[in-house]
């Protein structure tokens, strides 16, 4: 292609409001412009790179069995209200009306539309298994929209859903998408981790999200360098070492003035953080209170909590509602509490220690479950942090951050029982179909390949999804040998199936290394001065290393680029 009749709008500053490395090369260099918050055009680099991840997914997924379709973006609310979402999914669902004012939605994830076509045309054991795929656009009208491609209203995202006969099927299936998962990031030459993921209140047997590492990414995980356990924190476990017994000391009420916080608390009466136990009063939906006791070096994992509840929503009580409760706001007690009391773990064998008094002003030393309370068990309501022992191997985890790219769910029947979707059995039972359902974040991709390859100049993408593999400079066009050798090049490299990139337009050389450098293309071959010495210069984008090129010796180069 030639730098000249092609569509690269590059930028000198940084675009306003664009705060990370990927967003801010993404639009400097020409891939993405956004048309509206979280709407965005691909231009024809962008495309390439996009056409190109989808390449590798495709390879895999079908080599994984899975089979590709395309489904409508618009879709029926009537199948959204056989499930429920048209109700439970919120403003997120984009939704319309057409001529006839029937409800539709724009897809923001295709389950219901899935199951349709598969309870429409699978009658028995015989037609199944079936797993099928779609690369399509998907709206979701996120209430933050931000750092381009990573959280779009409208992205491309590759999801899939699987339907088998039992069980065990199910797991096989999932397990064959997961191994697909790995050969696909792998492929695309990201540093992930497979984590646990949460499964959520309502169904579902296991989850695993793929998260590429970044620095200051939204998702939060804890991984073992030495057992490979790792898990998104809202799901992580972790082991807990078992504490000494002690004698039991009497209870005793103490006067702590104005004094809250568990730092304060500790730093006042002398006693460690890990003795000082928060009393946390939640809401649980719309139907109740309870208090939950954790250590006060700890902190509540609210996911844990609410899929414990089974509850769809759990948050802090206000300082309204523990008024109507009849619970002095930062003294809440175990002791004399009249709603239900959960207690994390780290109470098990934990003895004489602080909790607050139900009474402004004071708390009680000395205090001891069974003894001085009474709860209804101990459960994992512990968030897993940095440092804490691994549940495998007990060795120290480590904490990183990330972004979620792909995300593949044991759905087990949620779906199946909802909309009808059976088949006739071996036995000449009719059952309901499990179903497994896998998605990637096709062009969140774009974005996370970026943030891990990139430096102070530009983007420096990997081999197998840059856009063109050899960028050939031509410095000055107007030296006839030069733009004859560059064009010669250009021909060979292109004969050789070498994806190329002629930049033969008529601008500076300085403005022809700044685009370069920041469009990120792995090989370049610089036509200079050195030219009248029969020599060209290459240069990887990625080491920075510079040699000269014997023109004699080019056919061997390009040998070595194309491999
Ligand atoms: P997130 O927690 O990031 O909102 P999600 O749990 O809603 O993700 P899924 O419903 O599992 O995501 O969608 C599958 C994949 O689609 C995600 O792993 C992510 O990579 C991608 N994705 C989800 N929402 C967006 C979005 N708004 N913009 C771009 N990609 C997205
Ligand atoms: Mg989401």
């Known amino acids: 292609m030639l730098a000249s009749r092609l569509f690269i709008p590059t930028l000198k500053e940084n675009p306003s409001d664009v705060q990370i490395p990927s967003h801010i090369y993404l639009i400097r260099a020409g891939f993405i412009r956004s048309l509206s918050a979280g709407i965005y055009e691909y231009l024809p680099l962008g495309l390439k790179v996009l056409r190109k991840i989808e390449e590798i997914i495709r390879k895999h997924m079908d080599g994984a069995g899975a089979q590709e379709v395309l489904l409508p973006i618009l879709t029926p609310a009537s199948l959204w209200k056989e499930t429920g979402r048209w109700d439970v999914y919120g403003k997120e669902l984009f939704r319309l009306k057409d001529r006839k004012d029937t409800d539709f939605a724009l897809g923001p994830t295709h389950e219901e539309t899935i199951t349709d076509l598969v309870r429409k045309n699978v009658r028995s054991y015989k037609d199944l298994p079936l797993n099928f795929y779609q690369i399509q656009t998907k709206f979701r009208d ?18 899939g859903y699987s339907f088998d006969v039992s069980e065990e099927d199910a797991v096989k299936t999932y397990d064959a ?131 414990h509840l089974k509850a769809l929503e759990v948050r802090l009580a206000t300082s309204q509602e523990l008024e109507s409760l009849g619970i002095p706001e930062g003294y809440a007690s175990p002791i004399g509490s009249n709603i239900p009391i959960l207690a994390d773990r780290s109470l098990e064998d934990l003895h004489n220690f602080v909790v607050g008094a139900n009474e402004f002003d004071y708390h009680f030393i000395n205090t001891n479950v069974g003894r001085d309370f009474n709860i209804e068990g101990f459960y994992d309501f512990g968030t897993a942090k940095e440092g804490d022992p691994c549940p495998v191997c007990h060795l120290p985890l480590k904490e990183t951050t990330g972004l979620e790219v792909g995300h593949i769910f044991l759905l087990g029947t949620k779906y199946s029982k909802a909309m009808n979707a059976n088949f006739v059995d071996r036995d000449g039972k009719e059952k309901p179909i499990i179903m497994g359902c896998y998605g990637i974040g096709v062009s969140r991709l774009i974005s996370a390949i970026v943030e891990q390859n990139h430096d102070d100049r530009g983007i420096i993408w990997p081999e197998n999804v840059a856009p063109f593999k050899l960028h050939i400079l031509v410095l000055n066009i107007k030296e006839e040998d030069a733009i004859k050798t560059g064009f010669e090049i250009y021909s060979k490299a292109k004969a050789l199936g070498i994806d190329t990139l002629l930049d033969d337009r008529d601008i500076s050389p300085g403005m022809k290394f700044k685009d370069t450098d920041l469009i990120g293309i792995p090989h370049r071959i610089v036509i200079g001065k050195t030219l009248k010495e029969g020599k060209v210069e290459y240069q990887s984008r990625k080491e920075s290393k510079k040699f000269q090129l014997d023109l004699e010796d080019l056919d061997n180069f390009l040998e070595s680029v194309k491999r």
């Not at 990573?150 to 999801?159: L, S």
């Open 177 to 307: 998408m997961k191994e697909a998962y790995h050969k696909i990031f792998s492929e695309l030459g990201l540093d992930y981790l497979m984590v646990e993921a949460d499964v959520g209140a309502i169904g579902g047997k296991f989850s695993h999200e793929f998260v590429v590492k970044v620095p200051n990414g939204e998702a939060h995980m804890v991984y073992c360098d030495n057992c490979r356990y790792a898990a998104n924190v809202e799901a992580a476990k972790f082991h807990r070492h078992k504490l000494p017994p002690e004698e039991l000391l009497p209870l005793q009420k103490v006067y702590t003035p104005g004094i809250k916080s568990v730092e304060e608390i500790s730093k006042f009466l002398n006693i460690p953080e890990n003795k000082v136990i928060k009393t946390l009063v939640y809401r649980v939906d719309e139907d109740g209170y309870v208090a939950v006791l954790i250590r006060g070096d700890m902190e509540l994992n609210e996911t844990k909590l609410a899929n």
């Open 142 to 159: 996120e209430a933050r929209p931000r750092y381009g491609l990573i959280r779009g209203r409208e992205f491309i995202m590759k999801d």
